[in-house]
């Protein structure tokens, strides 16, 4: 279910009972405040923290489940895998209670909406936002698998995109340690059909892998629209992967870039030990390095399409077990389908960053000139905009000079105000590769949109992707934007810098960009 978000589910059911749990304080510190999503298991109410004076998310399992002790430990089993995982691209876990017949995880709150939201909207997404999003949850796995935890259901409404740009790995629930395979009984299944690995269906052993299969399968769905595998039933879609290969992107999408055409391929080999043997390698060959492919060849070259043959999937048909599978098979998993608890509903990660003094690849670039400089402050209070009138200075050419946010008392700002930017409007719409920025030292963090649009008056960062996020940053630094297109480019800070005689604000002295003319 997609949890932990705030303000994304209006349509939420609010039944008598849950009408009835308003206001409810579990254990004698979290006040359930308004409803906010519901799923098969849980439900999730935004929350307070009376003790710390903070939002948070509190999700509660049904109270028809939280009498059975097998979907409290799986419930359990999330808080403590997610508390296992130290890394800011998974949904942080701040406690759990028990208390009046209740089981309850608390959370941290997010403004976001999810993938899924997001691909059932647009159709698909472009090459660009696919990497990006696949960068942030590929940095999550590899979180979780240095943790020793497979997450076992990534698809795309356990991945939110929040509104500053944070991209979360959400939903732990059926996460178990490397190498186990079962958290419920024997024969049962768990997991998204459209999206399980070779191997889950199997019952095999799991590792990280199997993550990295089901993460191929959700880009690839980002870009095409549709799942590399489909069928009649979710049955049938599962099967589908163990002896048909999935089409090459670029057969269904035409600007479909090669490189990440023979990337996800190779994530959805069907065989573990022909897909990439960690999250690193995957992320490297996102970020354009070598495709190396494990094992004997898949039959591709990576300057034609795609043309996988009945032979290579030789290792799941030259036994009399390959050839009995598919039959035994349709029968788990239409069994398994039906088992009550399965899961069948359907940024953190900076771009490579300069550090002080050195330098990005040689990139033949030019910079881009710029029309005018503006603020962004959605979300202020009082007189509008944010010390306007110094906005043109982080582009005046001298550093002595520069914009300043205003003065806080908090870090993260204050209420529900979540960040303040200031943005480059560019002469023409661009590729931006490069974008430099030479700002104060004390430690701030925030994102790079770069967007379609002429001024910030009508900007929604709700459903959009930052080109790039930065954090702690103490001085200049430049970022690697991958060509994001667009006319502005948005300085999003969401984290102030530390603070001077008790206050908090961020300097940018000055800021830059570099690119091509975008065609079209």
Same mark, same amino acid.
């Given at each position: 279910?997609?949890?932990?978000?705030?303000?994304?589910?209006?349509?939420?059911?609010?039944?008598?009972?849950?009408?009835?749990?308003?206001?409810?304080?579990?254990?004698?510190?979290?006040?359930?405040?308004?409803?906010?999503?519901?799923?098969?298991?849980?439900?999730?109410?935004?929350?307070?923290?009376?003790?710390?004076?903070?939002?948070?998310?509190?999700?509660?399992?049904?109270?028809?489940?939280?009498?059975?002790?097998?979907?409290?430990?799986?419930?359990?089993?999330?808080?403590?895998?997610?508390?296992?995982?130290?890394?800011?691209?998974?949904?942080?876990?701040?406690?759990?209670?028990?208390?009046?017949?209740?089981?309850?995880?608390?959370?941290?709150?997010?403004?976001?909406?999810?993938?899924?939201?997001?691909?059932?909207?647009?159709?698909?997404?472009?090459?660009?936002?696919?990497?990006?999003?696949?960068?942030?949850?590929?940095?999550?796995?590899?979180?979780?698998?240095?943790?020793?935890?497979?997450?076992?259901?990534?698809?795309?409404?356990?991945?939110?995109?929040?509104?500053?740009?944070?991209?979360?790995?959400?939903?732990?629930?059926?996460?178990?340690?490397?190498?186990?395979?079962?958290?419920?009984?024997?024969?049962?299944?768990?997991?998204?059909?459209?999206?399980?690995?070779?191997?889950?269906?199997?019952?095999?052993? *799991?590792?990280?892998?199997?993550?990295?299969?089901?993460?191929?399968?959700?880009?690839?769905?980002?870009?095409?629209?549709?799942?590399?595998?489909?069928?009649?039933?979710?049955?049938?879609?599962?099967?589908?992967?163990?002896?048909?290969?999935?089409?090459?992107?670029?057969?269904?999408?035409?600007?479909?870039?090669?490189?990440?055409?023979?990337?996800?391929?190779?994530?959805?080999?069907?065989?573990?030990?022909?897909?990439?043997?960690?999250?690193?390698?995957?992320?490297?060959?996102?970020?354009?390095?070598?495709?190396?492919?494990?094992?004997?060849?898949?039959?591709?070259?990576?300057?034609?399409?795609?043309? *996988?043959?009945?032979?290579?999937?030789?290792?799941?048909?030259?036994?009399?077990?390959?050839?009995?599978?598919?039959?035994?098979?349709?029968?788990?998993?239409?069994?398994?389908?039906?088992?009550?608890?399965?899961?069948?509903?359907?940024?953190?990660?900076?771009?490579?960053?300069?550090?002080?003094?050195?330098?990005?690849?040689?990139?033949?670039?030019?910079?881009?000139?710029?029309?005018?400089?503006?603020?962004?402050?959605?979300?202020?209070?009082?007189?509008?905009?944010?010390?306007?009138?110094?906005?043109?200075?982080?582009?005046?050419?001298?550093?002595?000079?520069?914009?300043?946010?205003?003065?806080?008392?908090?870090?993260?700002?204050?209420?529900?105000?979540?960040?303040?930017?200031?943005?480059?409007?560019?002469?023409?719409?661009?590729?931006?590769?490069?974008?430099?920025?030479?700002?104060?030292?004390?430690?701030?963090?925030?994102?790079?949109?770069?967007?379609?649009?002429?001024?910030?008056?009508?900007?929604?960062?709700?459903?959009?992707?930052?080109?790039?996020?930065?954090?702690?940053?103490?001085?200049?630094?430049?970022?690697?934007?991958?060509?994001?297109?667009?006319?502005?480019?948005?300085?999003?800070?969401?984290?102030?810098?530390?603070?001077?005689?008790?206050?908090?604000?961020?300097?940018?002295?000055?800021?830059?960009?570099?690119?091509?003319?975008?065609?079209?």
């Amino acid at each position: 279910m997609d949890e932990t978000r705030a303000g994304t589910n209006p349509g939420a059911p609010i039944t008598s009972a849950s009408a009835g749990l308003s206001g409810l304080v579990l254990a004698s510190r979290y006040r359930l405040d308004r409803l906010i999503g519901s799923g098969g298991m849980a439900q999730v109410w935004e929350a307070t923290d009376t003790v710390l004076a903070r939002r948070v998310a509190v999700k509660l399992l049904h109270p028809h489940l939280a009498a059975d002790p097998q979907f409290v430990q799986r419930f359990r089993q999330e808080a403590k895998a997610a508390a296992r995982i130290n890394d800011p691209g998974v949904v942080g876990v701040f406690d759990t209670c028990s208390d009046q017949g209740h089981e309850a995880i608390v959370m941290e709150l997010l403004e976001a909406t999810t993938l899924r939201d997001l691909i059932d909207e647009r159709g698909s997404l472009d090459a660009a936002t696919t990497e990006r999003i696949g960068l942030r949850v590929l940095d999550a796995l590899e979180a979780a698998h240095r943790a020793d935890l497979v997450h076992r259901d990534i698809k795309p409404s356990n991945i939110l995109l929040c509104r500053d740009g944070r991209v979360k790995l959400a939903d732990f629930g059926i996460a178990v340690a490397d190498g186990q395979t079962q958290l419920t009984q024997e024969g049962s299944l768990v997991g998204t059909a459209t999206y399980l690995a070779p191997e889950q269906l199997q019952h095999q052993d *799991l590792d990280g892998r199997a993550d990295l299969y089901s993460l191929g399968v959700v880009l690839y769905e980002c870009l095409t629209g549709r799942s590399p595998f489909e069928g009649d039933t979710a049955a049938a879609v599962a099967l589908a992967r163990l002896h048909t290969p999935p089409l090459d992107p670029r057969q269904l999408r035409v600007d479909v870039p090669a490189h990440l055409a023979e990337v996800l391929m190779v994530a959805l080999s069907v065989d573990p030990d022909h897909r990439f043997a960690s999250a690193a390698d995957f992320r490297a060959a996102l970020l354009g390095g070598s495709v190396h492919i494990p094992g004997p060849p898949t039959g591709f070259e990576s300057d034609a399409l795609v043309d *996988l043959h009945d032979d290579d999937l030789e290792s799941f048909t030259s036994s009399e077990r390959g050839w009995l599978l598919p039959a035994m098979l349709i029968v788990l998993v239409g069994a398994a389908l039906t088992v009550a608890g399965l899961l069948v509903r359907e940024s953190r990660v900076e771009e490579p960053v300069a550090a002080p003094g050195s330098s990005l690849p040689s990139v033949e670039l030019e910079p881009l000139a710029i029309a005018r400089v503006g603020t962004f402050d959605p979300q202020g209070s009082g007189t509008r905009g944010e010390n306007d009138g110094d906005a043109p200075n982080v582009a005046d050419g001298e550093p002595g000079t520069g914009w300043r946010t205003e003065l806080y008392d908090e870090r993260g700002f204050f209420g529900s105000k979540t960040g303040v930017g200031v943005a480059l409007v560019l002469e023409s719409r661009s590729l931006v590769d490069r974008v430099r920025i030479q700002s104060s030292d004390d430690g701030w963090s925030g994102s790079i949109y770069v967007i379609d649009a002429e001024s910030t008056d009508a900007i929604d960062l709700g459903n959009l992707v930052p080109a790039a996020q930065v954090d702690d940053v103490r001085g200049t630094l430049e970022v690697d934007t991958r060509g994001a297109p667009g006319r502005l480019v948005l300085l999003w800070i969401t984290q102030l810098g530390d603070p001077t005689d008790g206050r908090h604000s961020v300097r940018i002295d000055e800021m830059s960009a570099r690119g091509r003319p975008a065609r079209g």
